[in-house]
């Protein structure tokens, strides 16, 4: 009984801890981002008298609110109002002279370049190389019976392709876990085994080591067209036996008519 318990808890502690996480982080990010900005704009609603303090109590354009030294949230709301204006203004090519200024700066800063760089690597293996990146496929590599996932990139073309005699294709395969490195390999075409799942599935599972495995697919699908198969043979068995049982039903009221006759 005990350690039919403990196993429960395990298990409920592992399935709740993704959310546990997320709703922690989140939380932690509010709160120091609010905190930081929140009394500044605090203030600078009062000096344009958005906000008034009165007896205790601020109040909101007249309307009272149930806060007293500062809006809680506003920090946080500016603060997404501020990414986005800067990813439109990212997405429109405009002030690219700020933004390459900006991204020179944190890579010159010892230290600091370090961290900046990593996960600007890391973004860019989830984002830009993504676009890139067509199908995940499986080479047999570096011999015979070892595979290795790899990204279809494009189809060999020109010099490389005249040379080779062969239909093939261009390979990024990747380093883990570090996706951002690796080395392109042209591969005949037969030799590749495309698979179904998504690059960013794929990403994933090389990043983590093999760790996280995407779910198969196919499997799923051929699982749920036999279950489909299955219900329709039940269907299909259920009307028959109604339609005989009525059939007989049918035939026995005839000759009941037929002896009364």
């Known amino acids: 009984m005990w350690k039919a318990f403990q196993r429960n808890l395990v298990v409920g502690f592992l399935f709740l801890l993704p959310a546990i996480a997320t709703i922690y982080v989140l939380q932690l990010l509010f ?22 303090i009165e007896e205790g109590g601020l109040y909101f354009l007249g309307v009272y609110t149930p806060f007293t030294e500062r809006l809680v949230g506003i920090g946080f709301i500016v603060t997404l109002l501020l990414v986005a204006w800067i990813g439109a203004l990212k997405r429109k090519g405009t002030k690219e002279e700020a933004f390459t200024g900006v991204d020179r700066f944190f890579r010159k ?12 690597q890391l973004i860019n293996a989830f984002t830009q190389e993504r676009s890139s990146f067509q199908k995940v496929v499986m080479v047999e590599y570096p011999r015979k019976g070892v595979y290795t996932l790899g990204f279809l990139t494009g189809e060999t073309k020109g010099e490389v392709q005249r040379i080779t005699q062969k239909d093939s294709i261009n ?19 037969e030799d590749v085994t495309i698979l179904s799942m998504t690059v960013e599935e794929g990403l994933k599972f090389i990043i983590s080591g093999g760790v996280v495995v995407p779910e ?42 037929n002896i009364d006759r």
């Open 31 to 52: 709160s120091i981002i609010d905190n930081f900005l929140g009394p500044f704009i605090t203030d600078v609603l009062r000096v344009l008298r958005v906000i008034s």
């Open 109 to 120: 800063v010892p230290v600091v370049n370090y961290i900046y760089g990593s996960v600007d």
């Open 171 to 189: 390979v990024f395969l990747p380093t883990t876990p570090n996706p951002t490195s690796g080395w392109l390999v042209v591969v005949p075409l």
């Open 216 to 257: 198969d697919k196919a499997k799923g699908l051929q699982e749920e067209f036999e279950m489909q198969q299955k219900k329709e043979k039940e269907q299909l068995f259920e009307d028959f036996v109604i339609n005989v049982s009525k059939h007989r039903k049918d035939e026995s009221n005839g000759r009941r008519k």
